[in-house]
Each structure stands twice: as C-alpha cells, then as structure tokens.
C-alpha cells in the first residue's frame, strides 16, 4: 500500500487549495478513503471520508462548508478541496485508507495559511 499526497503550499487567508493523494498496491475503488491534518495546537484531526463509489460522504463539522472530498477510481486519486482558507487550517495534511477499522496513513503535505 503506497498513499502520496501533493498540493500543499503556503498560502494566504482565503484562498483555495486541492490536495491530491495517489493511491497504489491495492484496488483502490474497494476501500473507503480519508483525509485528516495535525498540527501542533490541536493535534489529530479527522476531516472527511467517502467510500468505494464515492455514495457515502461524511465531514467534520468544521469542514462541512468549506472543504470537499472526492475520488476519481479510475485514476486511483483522493482529493480534498479546501475552500476560503484559514490560519487554523494550517497543519500537515494527510491521507488514509481504511480496511476493517485499520487506517494506512501517507506522508503527508504541509499547508500553511499566513498573511
């Protein structure tokens, strides 16, 4: 199982990211996905997931608004687009894959929300 995730940048309040996380070693449309962020302050933090096909959706609360997760399974991709950032989002992005309960997290990509 191999998960990399890319897009991270520093940016300024308000404006807009996509993280993108490629999946490989497994078949990737079989297996509900997910995104979560640490950072220093707050630590973990869940922020959406969404199964196989792409039918079941669920968000944090804080993400509700403002960020969208969606996967393209022929192209083995998870993405998260995140809108009107702000400095509490700034943290190390992270994406997972979810088997029985057992969550297999990447690397991670830095986001770092500054003016």
């Known amino acids: 199982v191999q998960l990399v995730e890319s897009g991270g940048a520093e940016v300024e309040p308000g404006e807009t990211l996509r993280l993108s996380c490629s999946a490989s070693?497994?078949?990737?449309?079989?297996?509900?996905m997910a995104w979560s962020r640490r950072n220093p302050e707050k630590g973990f933090e869940y922020i959406a997931q969404?199964?196989?096909?792409?039918?079941?959706?669920h968000y944090a609360e804080f993400a509700r608004d403002r960020f969208i997760i969606s996967r393209d399974n022929a192209k083995n991709m998870l993405y998260l687009q995140m809108n009107n950032l702000k400095p509490e989002d700034t943290g190390l992005y992270t994406c997972?894959?979810?088997?029985?309960?057992?969550?297999?997290w990447g690397q991670g990509t830095q986001v770092t929300v500054s003016s």
């Open positions: 997972a894959r979810e088997d029985q309960g057992v969550w297999v």
């Open positions: 070693g497994f078949t990737f449309e079989d297996y509900t």
């Open positions: 969404i199964n196989g096909r792409g039918g079941f959706i």
